[in-house]
């Protein structure tokens, strides 16, 4: 009965996961970030950085979501590359959008 409640659990997570659209950034910046740093990026919830206002291009803004800072938690296992860069290339858009 035990090894049966572990399956369930099990399964539930991974199609919880496998709900996430592969490379949709916004849905991933919806899922995992959002909480942080707001629907606009300038919510700076937990000492978030304020996204609409960084002055971090692409390739930082990946290495950030890959490895994490300061009170950001790591997102590389979590996520797969094409995610990280899907999300850190719609952060982009929340610059442009102020």
Known sequence: MRYLSLAFVLLGF???????????????????CVSCHGAKGNMGGNGAFDLSA????????????????NTMTSFKA???PEQIRAVAEYTLELKQNQ
Do not use: W
Request: proline content about 3%.
């Open 54 to 69: 960084s002055a971090l291009g692409l390739e930082e803004r990946v290495r950030v979501i890959h490895t994490g800072r």
């Open 14 to 32: 991974l199609y919880a996961c496998s709900q996430i659209p592969e490379a949709d950034g916004h849905e991933i910046y919806k899922t995992y």
């Open 78 to 80: 979590l996520l797969s």
